[in-house]
């Protein structure tokens, strides 16, 4: 965790050093989201899984780093997930909670008196807390990066995520903002077996819809 959070906040502290004179901006947001997880075997084939609806909600800055475009961080509480199946127990729900870090780069255009936003960029996200339920079923979940012994009742992932991440949108004049945004897992998700890289990979893929706020508007 220290290695994700320390480095976010010496980034934050060097932009408000740097931009003084610039414009400066902070805001609160949250997505309704649909995710789900991309499977793949030892052997390339794709296993199917369903969306789950999801959510996150945090934080943001703004740094005006050019004229129209932005640097925008945030710090988020996110879920992540989807619907598929263990072995033999069908519907399973997958529910991962992380603290995630999604870093930026922002176009901000005036248009019709508001403002069109455009951005994208990497996330860095860390797992804290996750459930694996289906109907009469109820299995552990625990974050590992190398795993040693598997227990039959447990489905393990490792703790950190890392992707990218697109939206579009508006922003409003009173500083309400409505964005589309997707986000693509790039980290496999799977642990090493007893320093082995894993052969089949599990990744995060979603989409959703945004609401934020500016302050100071």
Request: glycine residues 10%; hydrophobic residues 45%; proline residues 4%.
């Amino acid at each position: 965790m220290k290695k994700i959070l320390i480095p976010a906040i010496a980034l934050l502290l060097f932009l408000s050093a740097g931009t003084t004179s610039a414009q400066v901006a902070f805001g609160i947001k949250g997505s309704f989201d649909m995710f789900n997880l991309a499977f793949k075997d030892a052997d390339g084939d794709k296993d199917q899984a369903t969306m789950i609806p999801t959510f996150d909600v945090g934080v943001f800055a703004e740094f005006q780093v050019a004229d129209e475009f932005y640097l925008r961080p945030e710090l988020l509480f996110a879920q992540k997930g989807a619907k598929n199946e263990y072995a033999l127990i069908d519907d399973v729900t997958t529910r991962i909670s992380y603290l995630e870090l999604p870093i930026n780069l922002m176009y901000k255009g005036p248009l019709s008196g508001g403002n069109v936003l455009v951005g994208f960029g990497p996330y860095f996200a860390y797992g804290v807390a996750g459930t694996i339920k289906s109907d009469n079923v109820s299995l552990d979940l625990e974050f590992v990066n190398d795993l040693e012994d598997a227990n039959e009742f447990t489905v393990y992932y490792k703790p950190f995520d890392m992707g990218a991440k697109v939206f579009a949108g508006y922003e409003l004049a009173a500083g309400l903002q409505v964005m589309l945004n997707a986000s693509l897992g790039i980290a496999n998700m799977e642990p090493d077996y007893r320093g082995e890289k894993s052969e089949s990979s599990t990744k995060h893929v979603g989409f959703g819809l945004t609401l934020g706020y500016v302050f100071g508007k």
